[in-house]
């Protein structure tokens, strides 16, 4: 990700010094391998530790570039791969913890309006 973001800043610096346009990154996140006895269909993946260090490393990143990083959405937020959000009802939700506890100020405002 800090790869992507040094060399797309380096193009936008020589046209943009006044740092005006802004980098938005789309999706971000792991993806892996489906779970055994899951319908890949679903892309279910339940977080680890692994996942909490992607989401710490990149977040990071985002705020070390923040001069040009004005936006970064996670690829998914409920049930789904790096999900922030497990529900297996209408009753039940679960905050994933390794990205409720990396972001935890964020989320607990967002998530008050799903």
Sequence with gaps: MEEIINRHSTILDKYD???????????????????LGK??????QQN??????????????????SDRVKMGNIAQVV???QAVILTQNE???????TMYS?????????LCFL
């Excluded at 010094?17 to 779970?35: A, R, S």
């Excluded at 319908?39 to 279910?44: E, H, I, K, T, Y």
């Excluded at 680890?48 to 570039?65: G, P, V």
């Design 102 to 110: 990396k972001c935890i100020k964020f989320y607990r405002t967002q």
């Design 39 to 44: 319908n890949p269909g679903f892309l279910f």
């Design 79 to 81: 049930n789904v791969l």
């Design 17 to 35: 010094p006044e740092k005006k346009v802004g980098l938005m990154v789309y999706e971000w996140g792991g993806w892996w391998d489906v779970e």
């Design 48 to 65: 680890t530790m692994r996942d909490a260090m992607i989401a710490a490393t990149t977040l990071n990143i985002f705020n070390t570039h």
């Design 91 to 97: 009753k039940y939700c679960l905050y994933q913890r």
